[in-house]
Nanobody
């Protein structure tokens, strides 16, 4: 299977920045789209940003102009640069990837999540 491990979460001040990373490992044949979701207690999980294997990106309206998603295909890693952070950005950020292994068809994989807290 594919494992996704996030890092880079933590505490930031309003207006500050954080950079999240998500590295995929395992018996990977290929990874197609990758992205970041976020989850807050009492709310549904929402897509924050996504990026295709070719570099096309998509962002939630609430983060456009503040967040940037990128990926390093050679490292099977996706990044989320978060600038101008707001308290409402506080959530568990969860990495997502669509890909396949040598043993199975295309599947969706999820990381364990990393906590981002924006507070003064």
């Amino acid at each position: 299977q594919v494992q996704l491990v996030e890092s880079g979460g933590g505490l930031a001040q309003p207006g500050g920045s954080l950079r999240l990373s998500c590295a995929a490992s395992g018996s990977i044949l290929s990874i197609d789209a990758m992205g970041w979701f976020r989850q807050t207690p009492g709310k549904q999980r929402e897509l924050v940003a996504a990026i295709s294997s070719g570099g096309a990106t998509n962002y939630a309206d609430s983060v456009k102009g503040r967040f940037t998603i990128s990926r390093d295909n050679a490292k099977n890693t996706v990044y989320l640069q978060m600038n101008s952070l707001k308290p409402e950005d506080t959530a568990v950020y969860i990495c997502n990837a669509q890909g396949r292994t040598y043993l199975g068809p295309t599947s969706t994989y999820w990381g364990q999540g990393t906590q981002v807290t924006v507070s003064s």
